[in-house]
């Protein structure tokens, strides 16, 4: 399997290198030159014999496809964080909510919500292809909230790796700070920057353009990687689990092998989406992919009306913070799939610079064809949250309910014909005091403003649920609360460059 770059190449890539070099050229993005296909003897393999009735077989059979040079140990070595970081036999349960509606649950590792899927598994093959090169890298994270967490722990104790995860102090739940917070780990550096998430990454961004401060690392040895979904590293983890889905409806009886199925996803940077993209692509029998947004609906846009228009745009603050996204970075490389690498770079340049793009009808169709979207607001989402905690006895965070609103809108409007998998991003543990407001219905005329005092704690809210709802918080998150503070450094964003190069020289 080669890599290509998106907005145009210097000669193909290597797994290997792509996903420890994950730039490519003119700012453009790595994708692989040729997807494998999968045919029904494939999907029948994961079915019928029950020795590869696993998540972990069906992993390594698609991994397989793709032909990557990683060794087959050092695969196997990765898959393994599926048995023992995560906390369901099945890794990604299947959950049947309605008669045309499961909910598959991509929370189950030990950070609670989705990075873990694909963050595990990568993290073990960075660390060992940098140590068997006999190379340092240095893995900076911006956050707004779960990557930072899902960064951490895959990389915690981890030779020839370092990492600095930036995160907006009261940016994030008191869950995911604490899960920063608290990481004891040597090479390991947690700052909280006085500012919000754009802040947080932007400061990234430049950093990375500084000629002093790469000179500076570089002096201390140390390369530098990528753990967001810009890596390609990370996209190949989430192409499995939407083949896991549909073998999990065939075998629970909810559709026939061969039966078309429809997506929906909660979206923020499109890499989840991007996975199940592919998965079509690969021949996996799936009709509609929909795009489930909060009201940062720039994805809902683009799909309905083939603009992608930032210009009056601003971030909003809402109770689904992992997809409070503007520049969705991943829709890049599905615009390459569908319209080429000229098509691509004048698209992405003209986002870039002007603050817009916008499609021809022709290939608006073209992307509809996999393609649709719907978004949802916060009151929305706590009515959703709320209603199937109480009517069908499924506890849901904030993320997943714009995927079930999405459900529900396209159903009532007749254009839903398919069996439905929506997928489940984070646990409830994770936003409880949002949930407490959805469940109770308390202040329900909150507005979420910058630095609004929370008024209950993580704690308490889910001490509420737990009580009154059949739920229980897993112990990762309740120790959360015992655990000492030892990684907390708040600063201002212009330290940020000062505190890293103390931290690299530790
Ligand atoms: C990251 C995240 C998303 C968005 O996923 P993308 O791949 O960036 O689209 C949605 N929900 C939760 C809880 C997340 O952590």
């Not at 039966?259 to 989406?273: Q, T």
């Not at 109770?319 to 490389?333: F, G, Q, T």
């Not at 009532?412 to 005091?433: L, M, Q």
Request: aromatic share 10%.
């Amino acid at each position: 399997m080669k890599f290509i770059g998106t907005r145009g190449s210097e000669g193909e890539r290597r797994f290997s290198e792509v996903i420890l070099n994950p730039a490519a050229p003119n700012g453009g993005l790595y994708v692989p030159k040729k997807l494998p296909k999968v045919d029904e003897r494939f999907l029948i393999r994961f079915l019928s014999d029950n020795e590869e009735k696993s998540y972990k077989s069906l992993a390594k059979g698609v991994l397989g496809l793709f032909k990557i040079d990683i060794d087959k140990d050092l695969i196997n070595k990765a898959l393994y964080t599926y048995l023992r970081n995560f906390d369901d036999d099945e890794v990604v349960p299947v959950v049947k909510v309605k008669s045309d509606l499961s909910v598959a649950e991509l929370w189950h590792g030990p950070t609670r919500a989705f990075k873990d899927m694909a963050l595990q598994p990568f993290g073990v093959i960075l660390s060992e292809l940098a140590k068997k090169k006999d190379e340092k890298y240095l893995i900076m994270a911006a956050t707004s909230g779960d990557t930072g967490p899902a960064t951490l722990k895959t990389f915690e104790n981890k030779e020839n790796i370092k990492v600095v995860c930036i995160y907006p102090h009261n940016g994030t739940s008191e869950v995911q700070k604490l899960q920063m917070v608290t990481t004891t780990a040597k090479n390991e550096k947690v700052l909280g920057i006085l500012g919000d998430f754009d802040d947080a990454q932007s400061a990234l961004k430049n950093l990375l353009k500084n000629k002093d401060f790469k000179k500076s690392l570089s002096e201390a040895g140390l390369k530098l990687s990528a753990a967001n979904s810009v890596n390609f590293g990370r996209i190949i983890f989430q192409i499995i689990y939407h083949f896991w889905s549909y073998l999990k409806l065939v075998e629970n009886g909810e559709i026939n092998l061969g039966d078309k199925i429809d997506l929906i996803i909660p979206s923020g940077n499109f890499g989840n989406a991007l996975g199940a993209y592919y998965a079509k692509k690969m021949g996996l029998f799936v009709d509609k992919i929909i795009i489930a947004s909060n009201k940062n609906n720039v994805l809902y846009e683009m799909i309905k009306f083939g603009r992608y228009d930032l210009r009056d745009k601003r971030l909003i603050k809402t109770i689904s913070p992992a997809m409070d996204i503007l520049k969705s970075s991943n829709v890049e490389r599905m615009l390459f799939d569908k319209f080429g690498e000229e098509r691509t770079k004048e698209l992405m340049e003209s986002l870039e610079r002007d603050g817009y793009f916008v499609l021809t009808p022709d290939e608006l169709k073209e992307i509809q064809k996999d393609f649709d979207a719907d978004f949802a607001t916060d009151g929305e989402c706590e009515e959703i949250i709320r209603r199937y905690a109480n009517k069908e006895n499924y506890l849901m965070d904030p993320h997943t309910a714009t995927a079930i609103k999405a459900y529900e809108n396209l159903k009532e409007k007749g254009k839903i014909k398919n069996y439905v998998v929506a997928y489940s991003t984070a646990e409830w543990t994770k936003f409880a005091p949002s949930i407490y407001y959805a469940l109770t219905g308390e202040d329900v005329e909150r507005e979420i403003v910058e630095n609004e005092e929370v008024t209950i704690s993580d704690k308490d809210a889910i001490a509420y649920i737990e009580t009154h709802y059949d739920v229980k918080a897993p112990d990762v998150i309740r120790e959360l609360f015992e655990k000492e503070i030892v990684n907390e450094n708040i600063i201002n964003k212009n330290a940020i460059k000062e505190e890293i190069l103390k931290f690299i020289k530790e």
